[in-house]
């Protein structure tokens, strides 16, 4: 039978501006008539799909995610692609959909998450939409598409049946625009196999049969799965190497970011002395986040990128050098100093994956990482979870068989030895008033005429400013993208607003200071910068603005 393309009346909305890393709002506000139709419309509406192309779709498992996919299957066989890739039970991570696009050459895919934030009924929803490179969608579509949201009158779809996406396969379809097919593929095969021809799967297989213990923890989101595949099967990990490893809607009601303070359960587990596992990892809603940790030991994401990148020729697909780095600019200099040393180009690009994408295509850069638990290569576009903890055991793997010993700690501290310490902390003010947070800002900016040579402490303001980013390879530029106090002695204060909360606004603080003598290197970061954090909220004077006394959450 042949199915008809239908077009519906709707009306814009006014909120359906893409933040940071795609449109995340409630459940509920997503469940609202036309809505997610409309975005859907929006940025079809602002490509130029060549009839009969492919998407792919996938997403994190969560709360609506069923309902968003057979959506956008309907809206895009009305729309005019020919094929849709969909991830089996509706699961891609976001790097295994970068992943995809790229081998099978798709014209673009979308990603249904809200990644670390909170899901379920009540929780949070997300959509990203991705472009043939693999990687987020840049500024100019997503301004684009914002701005259709606003004006749009109708959509177009075709109704089918619903889609089985629990089994493997093809279903064919005749709409009035032609044949349309659902492929559903395996979530996971094709990203391990690209995992297994970067990194050395028997060195690291050797490392954890010789009583190395790991534990990673998939906050009962997508990398389950992946893990599964990746640490047990593919690399004789124990069961127990593993832990929430089941995908759930509302992730078991927990919180799928990969911090300190989320990730409790595995937090607690690495820091329970000398019994603890040796290696610890985590990751968040969509697979794209990593936290690492060693024995009784963190790393932030700052570090662990400068240690990647300074080891980055012990992993196969590296070993013939990297061709530069780049982080985003709340994340710390540590790497910096590692591209010094290497003699490689070091950039320094707004917060948001999209902003990299440029430089891997240049082929300018090969690793980037973000404070925000971001780190990746150009292997895929977008950042990648598994991959940043395979490269840690690849190259831990390695010290084992050279030294007989793999230490994340002992790492941690040689690599602080020969570069010094970036001491770094990121301090969030949740869900507070959006007025108060604006009003931080401003007063903030409000003092960059007199702020220049005040000292505070031991710290004195040699310039501030609001960061703007000019693309060195499109020419776009990207202004407001945070406020930085930067101190003489290299040290620095960030103040930015997030761009991927739902509540009200997040206002995060990005403490560093440089450390060089190695007996002060060792301290907890909220000791050696609590001076710092003093001055950053006597110059914000969030405390009175906000009426906040703490932070929501350090790390
Ligand atoms: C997203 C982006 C990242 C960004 C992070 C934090 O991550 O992909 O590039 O660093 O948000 O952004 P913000 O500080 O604006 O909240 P994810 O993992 O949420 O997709």
Known sequence: ????????????????????????KKVQVFQQTHYLENFVQSIFDTLEVPLGATLTVGGDGRYYNRHAIQTIIEMAAANGFGHVLVGQAGILSTPAVSHIIRKYHTFGGMILSASHNQGGVHGDFGIKYNISNGGPAPEKITDEVFAKSKVITQYKTVKFAPVDINT???????????????????????????????????????????????????MHAVTGPYAQEIFVNRLSAPESSLMNCLPSEDFNGGHPDP??????????????????????????GDGDRNMILGKNFF?????????????????????????????????????????VKLNIPCYETPTGWKFFGNLMDAGKVTLCGEE??????????????LWAVLFWLNVLAQKYALDGMASVETMLKAHWLEFGRNVYSRHDYEAIPTDAANAVMQHIKGQFESLPGQKFGH????????????????????????????????????????????????????????????????????????????????????VALTGCVSPTVIT
């Open 299 to 339: 790393v932030t994401p700052s570090d662990s990128l400068a240690v990647l990148a300074a080891n980055a020729t012990l992993v196969p697909a590296y070993a013939s050098g990297i061709a530069g780095v780049a982080r985003s600019m709340p994340t710390s200099g540590a790497v910096d100093r590692v591209a």
């Open 168 to 218: 493997l396969g093809k279903t064919e379809f005749e709409t009035d625009r032609g044949k349309f097919t659902v492929q559903v593929i395996d979530a996971v095969q094709d990203y391990a196999d690209l995992m297994q021809t970067l990194f050395d799967f028997t060195a690291i297989k050797k490392l954890l049969a010789s009583g190395f213990k790991m534990k990673f923890d998939a």
């Open 459 to 542: 710290y004195q303001v040699g310039s501030c400013d609001d960061f703007s980013y000019h693309d060195s390879i499109d020419g776009s530029v990207s202004k407001n993208q945070g406020v930085r106090i930067l101190f003489v002695d290299g040290s620095r204060i960030v103040f930015r607003l997030s761009g991927t909360g739902t509540e009200g606004a997040t206002l995060r603080i990005y403490l560093e200071a440089y450390e060089t003598d190695s007996h002060k290197q060792h301290l907890d970061a909220q000791i050696a910068l609590a001076e710092m954090i003093k001055i950053g909220l006597q110059i914000s004077q969030l």
């Open 372 to 385: 925000s638990f971001g780190t990746s290569s150009s292997h895929v576009r977008e950042k990648d979870g």
């Open 259 to 284: 911090n300190l303070t989320y990730a409790a359960d595995l937090v607690a587990i690495m820091f329970s002395g000398a019994n603890a596992p040796d290696f610890g990892a985590a990751s968040d």
């Open 1 to 24: 039978m042949q199915n008809q393309v239908q077009t519906i009346s709707t009306h814009g909305f006014n909120d359906q501006k893409p933040g940071t890393s795609g449109l995340r």
